[in-house]
């Protein structure tokens, strides 16, 4: 064989070797968000298809990861459960307040830990980041709230509502993956 020949088979080989390595991170990236954003990478990859739900789900990493977000201080804490237990009680005599009010507490609650609290899809797309698990419920209990002030949502949807809205308050609450009072949290970038 000639040398041209020996390159020309060379560059083939290299070619396909750099595509081999750049799908294989690509895949790598795409499970380590699809683990790490479970339902919600599901979601995103439904209505965007699951090229376009990898640059959207990085870009909210990149984006959430500027924010300062924070513990909450014990006092804090303490005062939002209390907040939430008085509006859980008040569920029986005005549902439709009592998920109005579980709507902003979940909102100064997400304000408190650091997260902007801008329109609704950002801060369920803010959200989703450090709380996959639960930002389908978020939406969920919005959509009721949405339901509801158009006369289109009953009080066992109200009830649900609330259940929904308490699975993110409680999550947003949880200090067992957090550092100390008032130091931003850290995060693994996958």
């Known amino acids: 064989m000639d040398s041209r020949a020996i390159a020309i088979i060379v560059a083939v080989i290299v070619v396909v070797a750099v595509a081999a390595v750049f799908f294989a991170l690509r895949r790598r990236r795409t499970e380590a968000l699809r683990r790490r954003f479970g339902p919600e990478y599901e979601r995103i990859a439904r209505q965007n298809g699951p090229h376009r739900a990898d640059a959207i789900l990085a870009e909210r990493e990149r984006r959430v990861e500027k924010f300062s977000l924070r513990r909450l201080a014990a006092d804090e804490r303490e005062r939002f459960i209390t907040e939430w237990r008085t509006i859980q009680a008040h569920f029986v005599d005005d549902p439709a307040g009592a998920v109005t009010d579980a709507d902003l507490l979940v909102g100064r609650v997400m304000e408190a830990r650091g997260y902007p609290v801008g329109n609704f899809e950002q801060r369920a797309a803010d959200i989703s980041v450090?709380?996959?698990?639960?930002?389908?419920?978020?939406?969920?209990?919005?959509?009721?709230?949405?339901?509801?002030?158009?006369?289109?949502?009953?009080?066992e949807d109200l009830r649900n509502a609330m259940i929904y809205y308490r699975s993110l308050f409680d999550d947003l609450l949880d200090t067992s993956t957090m550092g100390p009072v008032a130091t931003p949290i850290r995060r693994e970038v996958a």
């Open 130 to 155: 450090d709380h996959p698990r639960v930002v389908e419920n978020y939406r969920a209990a919005h959509e009721i709230a949405l339901r509801h002030r158009n006369g289109g949502a009953s009080t």
